[in-house]
């Protein structure tokens, strides 16, 4: 008998030294990323300020997130009309469509990388969060991620709950996997930014970045790195101003502002704050308007975060005011928010406000109302809810968001989502319907208007309470809406498919829709592939592995049939002729293998033991060793696991039989079966063959014993 | 980052001899260390009380692991490290005792073929093998570095013991 106790216990290996140079180079790169790693704070705080990063986790890696480059090879994708959309920016650029549960519907690769990317990848139907998390292993798996890279994720729906309530979990989930190789950016957006970037053929993730720095331009080549780099330095120094409020307060008027944790802000230095007042809005936020009272102070002292302000200052008393406080950081200088409020003369109450409403950020709710008002006022009109509002006058206005609650009084963008949003200025009414997306007939719902500035500021106007009619009347009949034909063919792989423009004023979406048994494809009935809202916009040309994303897979010989349903306003839908297109050879996958096990019970009947078959498979992921004493198919996820195990190579594992009876219940006597379930990377899962171990009746398991006595080694 | 160089300077050799041991390779321990180190400081934040070796350890391992991974997913063709490192070089001579210079050499040999072994096993037991047996941690230590129970620690050693008992008995008695 071998005895391995004696060679190990006497194991005596040769000590080596590092060289010198290892260890200064090591110093060197230790130091360069404790900077990096301050820079990135710094970056952090100044993105976090900017409202383009969520809230540091814990572990304070980094976290950011590219959302979504939406750019095909000269072609601009359109709406699905899924719910949300949510895009991955690495480099590969993939943008996940999904419904209303946060369920995939389809997945869309935004370049070639990202084709090669997805073809590993099949989350139709998975959660969101998934869906992303596969991406990224793919991408790691690729080596598309190498550590520091930043992956940027996008969020963008017209319901902002729906990805608020996502993009924590989704966070800590990628926190959770790839926290220490990734820097994450998350933006949030709705679907006109969306719109928007597709327009541009831009990233939606980059465009929402550089709208939010605003300022810095962005283009269809950027990727995330550029954009940040961009905002550092466009911004730079990113220094934030103190929150503001205001309030009357007798015949003066009291300022007070919030407490700047210049630490993390990285600055130490001389703070100057000014505040500044006028009856102009735009001067005001435009720091050109007269400063009142100047408040210096050291940002390692103690900070002053209040002060009144009287006409002894300067202020117009009697006048409905706006204030801002302008903060002077060494050389640089930055704006508050701006707030506003009526200075009532000397000895005058102020005057209780005439319309309760509330109000979004720091803006206050003015006395007498303001001549920039926020009033909305609705009624029913035959199948319509007609909402009108009063025009914005403000030179920082940036659209009006109209919102809907059934249940909140006071509805405002962004908490309560929004049903559309104008950027037009005179654009000051909107006819809803059961048609509109958000509201369902014979319901009541609260409506309202946030009205969005330049600065980031919003205020929200009152509300009315009206009941969204039943629509009586019946589409108009379709003969009256003109179709548009389809055409195209195939070259190697891609489709290319175009179309004939419709010129008609009611004219609101191409549907591209396909079908591989529908010989007289249509939307709603099949789905759709593309949803385009531009009529000049005739043509779309994607993979057949794009195909395979959103139809199936196909069998060899298989055709598509693809036509266009054009959408008109007031839900009119006119289909015109199929294109049946002959599909090559179905994309080759390569077949999943599974592996059987072997198991059996150690003499002693104290153990388990398992082996099985290794996995030569690229895609591999886990072997999960799955145990059950009812089920006699056990598989994973179904039945859970016993152990997952990462490494190909290890073939064997055991299990005490306590342990196992603690873990799946029963005891002396019980039969259990066990099986391999590989675990892909791809998400399939395959499961060999089940073994069945009998545990001995009687006796009862004896207890495991204590491994081999091994002597403690003295450290 | 005074601090950081200090602590380089403290745990250098005990760091540098555990990547050693874990690669058998100099290349592939350089660039582990230096790994264990940046991701000290990167994760600096997440460094809660508990003893600095131990999270050093810890940190050394995941790397490890990742490497691996890394190595796999490339199938980047390596040859075999420790086949090209010569093991009896890192062997140390027993106390001379009643021991013949035969059976030194034999000794000798034999270890340095468990060494390779050790080398092929799967992480989840090398790791432990190597902690016990070349780096002298204690049980209790290496649970706390590996985040097992004491008692996994103990049934993978066991376990890993016996697969080289096997191995070596087919090596040397057939």
């Known amino acids: 008998m071998f005895d391995i106790d004696r060679y190990l216990d006497d194991m005596n290996i040769k000590e080596m030294s590092p060289d010198d140079e290892l260890i200064s180079r090591t110093k060197k790169r230790c130091e360069e990323e404790s900077k990096k790693k301050e820079e990135a704070k710094k970056r952090a705080a100044r993105l976090r300020k900017a409202g383009l990063l969520a809230a540091p986790a814990a572990a304070a890696v980094v976290i950011g997130i590219l959302i979504g480059a939406f750019i095909f090879a000269g072609k601009t994708a359109g709406l699905s009309g899924a719910a949300a959309y949510y895009t991955v920016d690495i480099n590969p650029s993939v943008c996940v469509h999904v419904d209303a549960e946060n369920k995939v519907t389809g997945l869309v690769s935004q370049n070639e990388d990202a084709k090669k990317l997805m073809a590993q990848i099949s989350c139709v139907g998975k959660p969101v969060i998934d869906a992303i998390n596969d991406i990224l292993s793919a991408a790691r798996n690729e080596g598309y991620l190498e550590k520091g890279k930043y992956v940027l994720i996008g969020c963008f729906a017209a319901d902002g709950t729906l990805v608020a309530s996502t993009i924590e979990d989704l966070q800590a989930n990628l926190e959770a996997h790839f926290g220490d190789m990734i820097n994450l950016i998350i933006v949030r957006g709705d679907l006109d930014d969306f719109i928007t970037a597709n327009k541009m053929n831009v990233s939606a993730g980059l465009l929402r970045l550089s709208r939010m720095a605003q300022s810095v331009s962005v283009s269809a080549d950027d990727k995330v790195e550029d954009v940040l780099s961009k905002v550092q330095c466009e911004n730079e120094p990113a220094y934030a101003a103190p929150s503001l409020s205001v309030s009357p307060d007798g015949g003066e008027v009291r300022l007070s502002w919030s407490v700047m944790d210049f630490d993390e802000m990285g600055y130490a230095g001389p703070v100057k704050y000014m505040i500044a007042a006028g009856n102009n809005r735009e001067a005001v936020a435009g720091m050109s308007a007269p400063v009142l009272k100047t408040i210096s102070f050291n940002s390692s002292g103690s900070q002053i975060t209040s002060c009144s302000l009287s006409a002894a200052d300067g202020l117009a008393a009697g006048t409905y005011t706006y204030f801002a406080l302008y903060a002077q950081y060494g050389e640089a200088k930055v704006c508050s928010n701006v707030a506003a409020c009526y200075v009532p003369p000397e000895g005058e109450d102020p005057e209780p406000l005439k319309t309760p409403r509330p109000s979004y950020s720091a803006e206050p709710s003015p006395a007498p109302l303001p001549e920039n008002a926020h009033t909305v006022s609705g009624k029913v009109s035959g199948d319509y809810v007609k909402l009108s509002w009063s025009k914005d006058t403000s030179e920082n206005f940036a659209g009006y968001k109209v919102v809907a609650s059934e249940t909140n009084p006071h509805p405002k963008y962004p908490d309560d989502g929004y049903l559309k949003y104008i950027t037009n200025r005179s654009t000051t009414s909107v006819s809803l319907s059961e048609d509109t997306e958000g509201l369902s007939a014979n319901k009541y719902y609260y409506f309202s208007v946030t009205y969005l500035y330049n600065d980031g500021s919003a205020v929200a106007a009152n509300a009315v309470r009206l009941k969204v009619p039943k629509k009586s009347g019946s589409e108009p009949p379709s003969s009256d809406y003109p179709s548009s034909t389809i055409s195209g063919g195939i070259s190697g792989n891609t489709i290319n498919l175009s179309w004939t423009k419709i010129n008609d004023d009611r004219f609101s979406g191409y549907k591209v829709v396909g079908s591989y048994t529908d010989p007289t494809p249509s939307y709603p009935s099949n789905g759709y592939l593309y949803y385009i809202t531009d009529a000049d916009d005739t043509s779309v040309s994607f993979s057949v592995n794009t195909l395979v994303n959103k139809l199936g897979p196909y069998e060899s010989g298989a055709v598509c049939h693809f036509a266009i349903t054009v959408l008109y306003d007031g839900g009119a839908k006119k289909t015109g002729n199929t294109k049946t297109i002959s599909l090559p050879e179905p994309p080759d996958e390569e077949p999943y293998a599974s592996t059987n096990i072997n198991a059996s019970l150690n003499d002693a009947g104290t153990r388990i033991n398992f082996s099985w078959g290794k996995i030569t498979d690229e895609r591999f992921c886990y072997y999960k060793v799955v145990g059950s004493r009812t089920d006699s198919s056990p598989k994973y996820p179904d039945n859970g696991y016993l152990e997952a195990i990462s490494d190909p190579d290890d073939t064997s594992w055991s299990i005490g039989v306590n342990d196992l009876v603690s873990r799946l219940g029963g005891g002396p006597g019980t039969k259990y079966y066990f099986a391999i379930t590989v675990v892909y990377n791809t998400g399939v899962k395959k499961t060999g063959g089940v073994k069945s171990v009998t545990l001995p009746a009687d006796p009862e398991p004896t207890p495991e014993p204590t491994p081999e006595p091994t002597p403690e080694p003295t450290p | ?174």
């Open chain 2, 1 to 174: 980052m005074e601090a950081m160089s200090t602590l380089v300077e403290m745990y250098k050799n005990e760091l540098y001899n555990f990547c050693f041991r874990l690669t058998w390779s100099k290349p592939d321990a350089e660039d582990l260390f230096q790994q264990t180190w940046v991701k000290a400081v990167k994760n600096a934040g997440r460094y809660r009380n508990e003893a600095f070796r131990g999270w050093l350890y810890k940190i050394c391992i995941n790397q490890y692991r990742d490497n691996k991974k890394e190595t796999r997913r490339r199938k980047k063709h390596i040859t075999d490290d420790f086949a090209s490192t010569s093991a009896k070089d890192f062997v140390m001579e027993s106390a001379a005792g009643a021991e013949s210079a035969e059976e030194q050499f034999e000794k000798k040999h034999i270890k340095a073929m468990i060494i390779a072994n050790i080398d092929k096993l799967p992480a989840r037991m090398k790791v432990p093998m190597v902690l016990f047996f070349y780096q002298r941690l204690k049980y209790s230590e290496i649970a706390q570095v590996m985040s097992v129970p004491e008692g996994t620690v103990k049934s993978r050693i066991s376990a890993a013991k016996k697969r080289l008992k096997a191995v070596l008995e087919s090596e040397l008695y057939v």
